[in-house]
């Protein structure tokens, strides 16, 4: 069963303006998130996180957002650039566990 | 700075065959892991290790084995290889999981093929 989710498979965003990209989780002990982007043919590389003390993270024109009654995150890029173009995976972990959970991914891209 | 290597970049196999994925890291790493990448469906951890001689099994560990005898190198082997197992699969290290303000490190990947 998915604990992480992406909804949306795929984004398309004019330059300039603001991509929002949406992830929910399920498991309640999730207490640090994890935004990945990956280009094609290159392994992911991570973007930006945040823990469960904080409901927002800031890093440059990337801003991560944590409602953690709603189970949600969102990753915010404003101004969009057509070098954001990639897959954009958000990744969950808990104190108890040894794992990161994966989302399916979310292909974002940013038309000049 | 070196990061996670994984060789080889590219694997065509017959079903049936046995490889051997390699990963090594130089960062010192605690914890290591594999992933295997499909369309559709995400990163999903196949093995990982939280050091050396510590091994457990994620999501998809049927049909690979795993082993760490050093805290740098972490192979993944498929042991009879099947069409199911055609994908992009990455390593990835990192100080652990389940703690605070670590991210994982991932390698360039390796995409098998199996025919």
């Known amino acids: 069963d998915q604990q992480v989710k992406q909804n949306s498979p795929s984004l398309s965003v004019q330059e300039g303006r603001i991509s929002i990209l949406n992830c929910d989780y399920t498991?309640?002990?999730?207490?640090?998130f994890l935004w990945y982007k990956k280009y094609p043919a290159e392994g992911p590389t991570f973007l930006i996180s945040?823990?469960?003390?904080?409901d927002k993270n800031e890093d440059g024109r990337f801003t991560v957002f944590l409602n953690k009654s709603a189970k949600h995150l969102s990753l915010h890029i404003v101004p969009s650039q057509p070098g954001d173009s990639a897959v954009y995976f958000c990744?969950?972990?808990?104190?108890?566990?040894?794992?990161?959970?994966f989302g399916t991914g979310t292909s974002l891209t940013v038309i000049p | 700075n070196a990061g996670v290597t994984q060789t080889p970049k590219f694997q065509v196999l017959k079903t049936g065959q046995s490889m051997t994925l390699q990963c090594a890291q130089d960062?010192?790493?605690?914890?290591m892991s594999w992933y295997r990448q499909d369309p559709g469906m995400g990163l999903r951890l196949i093995h990982y290790?939280?050091?050396?001689?510590?091994?457990d099994q994620g999501e998809v560990p049927n049909g690979y084995n795993v082993s760490r005898s050093t805290t740098e190198d972490f192979p993944l082997r498929l042991l009879s290889a099947a069409p199911s197992q055609t994908s992009v699969y990455f390593c990835?290290?990192?100080?652990?999981?389940?703690?605070?303000?670590?991210?994982?490190?991932f390698g360039q990947g390796t995409r098998l093929t199996v025919v």
């Open positions: 945040i823990s469960s003390i904080k």
């Open positions: 990744a969950a972990t808990s104190p108890t566990g040894n794992q990161f959970y």
């Open positions: 960062m010192n790493h605690e914890y």
């Open positions: 498991n309640s002990m999730f207490d640090y």
């Open positions: 990835a290290s990192s100080y652990g999981a389940g703690r605070m303000n670590t991210e994982a490190f």
């Open positions: 290790s939280v050091g050396a001689g510590i091994t």
